[in-house]
């Protein structure tokens, strides 16, 4: 089967409830196994599916209380992932995970977890490299104006 056949749009009728429900797991399921999702996230593509409010609530309730769906894992996964493509500072992290939909305290808690001096440093160094690769700046205060546009602060920065 290919990829693209996962995503087909289910049928819009209400169906027997259990059917309906395992319908919309099973989607649910298949969004997970491509990648972390968070709760909003996965709400928001189950109802472009069609699938019930009430129905998109059981599920999600079934899924974080079997451990298929969790927050933590989800924010801990989009820091990973984010910053390897593209290095930023916590505040904007924040930011980008509160735009995404993802509870504010597991955020605030994983982000200041993962966002050690060496990790931060680390980060700063690396989008200090991207900076000047691309040309974006070329004097110091510039490429600190630009190293604060992605959220690092001035004790963040490294010389």
């Given at each position: 089967m290919a990829k693209t056949d996962y995503f087909k749009k289910e049928p819009t009728q209400k169906e027997d409830g259990s059917s309906?429900?395992?319908?919309?797991?099973?989607?649910?399921?298949?969004?997970?196994?491509?990648?972390?999702?968070?709760?909003?996230?996965?709400a928001v593509k189950l109802r472009k599916k069609d699938y019930d409010s009430k129905t998109i609530e059981a599920v999600l309730d079934s899924l974080e209380d079997d451990g298929s769906?969790?927050?933590?894992?989800?924010v801990r996964s989009f820091v990973r992932s984010s910053n390897r493509r593209h290095p930023e500072g916590k505040g904007v992290m924040l930011q980008r995970l509160a735009a995404k939909g993802a509870d504010r305290n597991t955020?605030?808690?994983?982000?200041?977890?993962?966002?050690?001096?060496?990790?931060?440093?680390?980060?700063?160094?690396?989008?200090?490299?991207?900076?000047?690769?691309?040309?974006?700046?070329?004097e110091e205060n510039q490429i600190r104006?630009?190293?604060?546009?992605?959220?690092?602060r001035n004790s963040d920065i490294i010389d």
């Amino acid at each position: 089967m290919a990829k693209t056949d996962y995503f087909k749009k289910e049928p819009t009728q209400k169906e027997d409830g259990s059917s309906f429900f395992n319908r919309c797991l099973d989607q649910a399921l298949r969004y997970l196994s491509l990648r972390e999702h968070n709760r909003r996230e996965l709400a928001v593509k189950l109802r472009k599916k069609d699938y019930d409010s009430k129905t998109i609530e059981a599920v999600l309730d079934s899924l974080e209380d079997d451990g298929s769906l969790n927050e933590e894992r989800y924010v801990r996964s989009f820091v990973r992932s984010s910053n390897r493509r593209h290095p930023e500072g916590k505040g904007v992290m924040l930011q980008r995970l509160a735009a995404k939909g993802a509870d504010r305290n597991t955020s605030e808690r994983i982000v200041s977890e993962i966002y050690t001096p060496e990790y931060t440093s680390e980060l700063s160094s690396r989008a200090k490299a991207q900076i000047l690769k691309k040309g974006r700046a070329t004097e110091e205060n510039q490429i600190r104006f630009e190293l604060s546009k992605l959220g690092f602060r001035n004790s963040d920065i490294i010389d």
